[in-house]
């Protein structure tokens, strides 16, 4: 059985008449003979609605406990067993009673509908997840119960069930929605004119977006190409000129006067990428189209009329609006133009508008000499062959006589070698200048501008027509061959940003410098500000040179967002480098955000790290500290107590327990501070020249006489340590050997260097640790095994391993040969002396036993 069909009847507001639609559908299936049961439909008390509820088949609730109450909920798993042909699901964005299956109603839906079963359900416009922020800005409340916008596109029918707020309020005053004494409150709140109102335009948007949807949906199925005026629908066309501004502003000024008006602005781009347009008009113009409500779409098409209107039809446009053309009267006699051919070829369903604007008439202007992209030098050359060449050949060819016709093929030559150097303008005039040789040396009668041979009239104008095609082929080949490279390298800037963004490499400074780098600039500079006004204030840099405050000081600049600008000083950007540099800006504010991101990431990681902390210790209070407290407390009530004549034996053992509870009290509220300091960076260690001999000694206070054996040898160099740490790290490391070593077995504590370092290991034979297990048992509060509570809160190896890496070194855990742990210990050997020798301890006995 394939997936099943969702209905949805959705309101503006509660008491619209949802649930009451919904079950009058149902009496209707039931009449037709659809299996069609009640779920779970809430009257609400509502009289009307709870008649309708009688003679359909309710599908019992389920009954959970929660805080201490009973509550009802829908129980899917009966609905599943009884399996109808259609289930009636109240209110789709409920929350379910904690305890359900699902969290939300909707996944409910969803189970039903996987399983084959049709759901009719209802919801209110301001449920919907992404209209919660204009909800509440709408009604000052915010709703929890939410349901996502994709479950309810998703639905196979969607039914407005639409009233007036006048109506809706009359409902509420005669106590058909809320109770009576709940009337006043709410006409005064949330069923205000103003609020219904507003509620009900988002829910008919809302429908019509959706209807709209569907309608482009049917048409593209059916491959419908007729353009149907269901809403009014405005083709901006934009050439990137400044008068674009003006025609977005006027097709905004025609959407307004028609109800449901929509604004498309469109820019057609050439397939090869190669255009006079302003990236930076383009993008004022894409802001402003969005700050209007519009859209802005790029298009790329050689034929900009076609594409144009295939654009406006695949839209389903109803107009088109263009700016008078820019060309002079002289530029007409090339072709119509756009906006007369668009006129001419846009048919009766759409409707074209020609806006006049002060740049009409004026010109699109000459673009920049061409021959200047090849490079000053060339260009020199050039015109240096395409001048001078001719000359040259000419005293050469009156040494010797070639024939006419080789003498022309010498001249062809020196012009297809000034359009290589130097373009199109350097050939003309070698082709021009040739000819004049030709005609004066070499062509009957000699040193005159008259030819007397119509044959080499003839000639001399072929060589003419060749000289000026050949030049023209060699210019625009030498030019794609420029481009061609250009464009290669532009691809593999572009590819190497969108490498970065997939692996989310490059730092922001990185990337400031790979923009400086690229186009030879002083500086780059990401600005930022928050508002419109707001200053700006550099986010990240890159470059020796000074940086810009603002954008328009710098020699460049690209918008990189609604608040961000990539700034650049150096030199002033051709139009074609502005492409790379816009997508690099674009880069750059996703690095921006991905870093701010990455921050606050790290923030909610350190709080909820710290929150993890706080909960242990707090447990360890509630437990480990209360213990050794109760201990001390009863012995101290029992030594006060006037009931009991105790002996010197038993006064000496209550005050051995309070002795021992004393003691491990001092040791978890040092491990517990210790704990703090660290996770608070405020351990600041003191590195002095360290006796080891003199440091571990001490360490081995804490732990029963015979328990430890300790090895350090005479020729151990001193370590560059903080003593009162190391003896703290040393102190936790040895007493927790201690406690899961056997008795027979006392503990090795062995020191030994190795290079720049000194290492000390302290060896038990105990149970030991896995591998899996050895990194985990150095984070705060754990307990390795089945620890007993009261055995300390967790933190002593959490402690020592704090305090080793703040003084530069290391712990770690390792197998014992044999069985059991080894802790090993690492820090720093002290600096080597002037005379190239380590400072050594003094030579003295070696010590064996604690």
Same mark, same amino acid.
């Given at each position: 059985m394939g997936r099943g069909r969702l209905r949805i009847y959705l309101g503006a507001a509660p008491g619209v008449g949802k649930t009451y639609a919904m079950l009058s559908e149902?009496?209707?299936?039931?009449?037709?003979?659809?299996?069609?049961?009640?779920?779970?439909?809430?009257?609400?008390?509502?009289?009307?609605?709870?008649?309708?509820?009688?003679?359909l088949e309710q599908v019992p609730r389920k009954e959970l406990r929660h805080r201490g109450g009973v509550f009802t909920d829908m129980d899917v798993d009966a609905v599943l067993a009884r399996r109808p042909r259609v289930a009636l699901v109240d209110e789709l964005a409920h929350t379910n009673v904690p305890g359900s299956r699902n969290t939300k109603r909707w996944q409910d839906v969803e189970e039903l509908l996987d399983a084959g079963i049709d759901v009719i359900s209802t919801v209110d416009i301001q449920h919907l997840e992404s209209l919660g922020d204009v909800v509440e800005s709408i009604t000052?409340?915010?709703?929890?119960?939410?349901?996502?916008?994709?479950?309810?596109?998703?639905?196979?029918?969607?039914?407005?069930?639409?009233?007036?707020?006048q109506a809706l309020r009359r409902r509420m005053a005669h106590g058909n929605i809320h109770r009576p004494d709940k009337v006043d409150a709410a006409l005064s709140d949330y069923f205000r004119p103003g609020n219904l109102t507003a509620l009900r335009e988002l829910a008919l948007l809302w429908v019509a977006d959706r209807a709209d949807e569907y309608l482009q949906q049917y048409r593209s199925e059916h491959r419908v190409s007729k353009i149907w005026g269901s809403r009014e629908r405005i083709v901006v066309g934009l050439t990137g000129g400044p008068e674009g501004r003006t025609l977005i502003r006027r097709a905004a000024r025609l959407a307004e006067k028609g109800a449901g008006g929509e604004v498309l602005a469109v820019y057609v781009a050439r397939s090869d990428g190669l255009t006079?347009?302003?990236?930076?008009?383009? @993008?004022? %113009?894409?802001? +402003?189209?969005?700050?209007?409500?519009?859209?802005?779409?790029? =298009?790329? #098409?050689?034929? $900009?009329? &076609?594409?144009?209107?295939?654009?406006?039809?695949?839209?389903? @446009?109803? %107009?088109?609006? +263009?700016?008078?053309?820019?060309?002079?009267?002289?530029?007409? =006699?090339? #072709?119509?133009? $756009?906006? &007369?051919?668009?006129?001419?070829?846009?048919?009766?369903?759409?409707?074209?508008?020609i806006v006049t604007h002060e740049e009409a008439a004026k010109g699109r202007g000459l673009p920049v000499a061409r021959g200047a992209r090849l490079g000053r030098a060339r260009i020199v050359w050039g015109w240096a062959v395409g001048l001078a060449g001719p000359v040259v050949l000419a005293l050469l060819l009156n040494t010797v006589d070639l024939g006419l016709a080789n003498d022309m093929l010498l001249f062809l030559t020196v012009v297809v070698a000034a359009a290589l150097l130097g373009g199109l303008l350097p050939a003309l005039a070698s082709a021009a200048l040739g000819t004049l040789?030709?005609?004066?040396?070499?062509?009957?009668?000699?040193?005159?501008?008259?030819?007397?041979?119509?044959?080499?009239?003839?000639?001399?104008?072929?060589?003419?027509?060749?000289?000026?095609?050949?030049?023209?082929?060699?210019?625009?080949?030498?030019?794609?061959?420029?481009?061609?490279?250009?464009?290669?390298?532009?691809?593999?800037i572009l590819s190497f940003l969108a490498g970065n963004v997939l692996r989310g490499e490059t730092g922001l400074e990185e990337l400031l410098e790979r923009v400086r780098e690229t186009f030879g600039m002083d500086t780059a500079a990401l600005l930022e500000r928050d508002g419109d006004r707001a200053p700006w204030t550099c986010v990240g840099r890159a470059g020796p040179g000074p940086g810009v405050e603002r954008p328009e000081d710098a020699d460049v600049d690209v918008p990189a967002g609604d608040r961000l600008a990539l700034a650049l000083t150096g030199r002033v950007l051709p139009a074609e480098d502005r492409r790379v540099l816009a997508a690099f800006a674009a880069q750059a504010a996703v690095v921006l955000d991905r870093r701010r991101l990455q921050e606050e990431a790290d923030r909610a990681r350190a709080l909820a790290e710290g929150n993890?902390?706080?909960?242990?210790?707090?447990?360890?209070?509630?437990?480990?500290?209360?213990?050794?407290?109760?201990?001390?407390?009863?012995?101290?009530?029992?030594?006060?107590?006037?009931?009991?004549?105790?002996?010197?034996?038993?006064r000496a053992e209550l005050l051995a327990g309070i002795e021992d509870g004393a003691d491990r009290l001092d040791h978890l509220v040092g491990n517990l501070l210790d704990m703090?300091?660290?996770?608070?960076?405020?351990?600041?260690?003191?590195?002095?020249?360290?006796?080891?001999?003199?440091?571990?000694?001490m360490a081995l206070g804490g732990v029963p006489e015979g328990s430890v054996v300790l090895d350090v040898p005479e020729s151990l160099p001193m370590a560059a340590v903080d003593a009162g740490l190391l003896e703290r790290a040393v102190a936790n490391l040895v007493e927790n050997a201690v406690k899961y070593s056997?008795?027979?077995?006392?503990?090795?504590?062995?020191?030994?260097?190795?290079?720049?370092?000194?290492?000390?290991?302290?060896?038990?034979?105990?149970?030991?640790?896995?591998?899996?297990?050895?990194?985990?048992?150095?984070?705060?509060?754990?307990?390795?095994?089945?620890?007993?509570?009261?055995?300390?809160v967790g933190l002593g190896l959490a402690v020592a391993r704090g305090f080793a890496e703040a003084m530069s070194g290391s712990l770690a855990a390792e197998d014992t040969p044999g069985g059991g742990l080894t802790m090993v210990l690492t820090v720093p050997a002290a600096a080597v002396n002037a005379a190239g020798l380590q400072p050594v301890r003094p030579v003295g006995p070696e010590r064996r036993a604690s």
């Open positions: 149902a009496h209707r299936r039931v009449e037709r003979g659809t299996d069609c049961v009640v779920a779970l439909v809430e009257h609400h008390e509502r009289p009307r609605t709870e008649v309708l509820l009688h003679g000052g409340v915010r709703q929890r119960e939410t349901v996502p916008d994709e479950i309810v596109r998703r639905a196979d029918q969607i039914e407005l069930v639409d009233m007036s707020p006079a347009a302003s990236p930076k008009e383009l @993008a004022v %113009q894409r802001t +402003l189209v969005e700050d209007l409500g519009g859209t802005f779409h790029h =298009v790329i #098409g050689d034929d $900009v009329p &076609a594409a144009l209107l295939d654009f406006a039809r695949g839209a389903n @446009a109803t %107009q088109i609006v +263009l700016g008078s053309s820019r060309r002079r009267a002289w530029q007409y =006699v090339l #072709g119509p133009g $756009v906006g &007369a051919t668009v006129v001419r070829e846009s048919g009766p369903d759409l409707d074209v508008h040789l030709l005609n004066y040396f070499y062509t009957p009668p000699l040193h005159r501008f008259t030819i007397a041979d119509p044959k080499n009239i003839v000639a001399i104008t072929v060589f003419t027509g060749v000289g000026v095609s050949v030049a023209s082929v060699v210019d625009l080949a030498a030019r794609r061959t420029q481009q061609a490279a250009r464009l290669r390298a532009e691809a593999e993890r902390i706080r909960t242990a210790l707090l447990a360890a209070v509630s437990h480990d500290l209360r213990t050794p407290l109760a201990g001390i407390k009863a012995s101290v009530s029992s030594l006060r107590s006037d009931d009991v004549d105790w002996s010197e034996e038993d703090s300091r660290l996770q608070t960076g405020t351990v600041t260690p003191i590195i002095r020249e360290t006796d080891l001999d003199e440091v571990v000694p056997p008795d027979a077995a006392p503990v090795l504590v062995a020191a030994s260097a190795l290079a720049d370092r000194v290492e000390l290991r302290i060896v038990d034979r105990g149970p030991g640790v896995p591998d899996e297990a050895k990194e985990r048992i150095f984070a705060p509060f754990q307990r390795y095994g089945d620890a007993p509570r009261g055995a300390g």
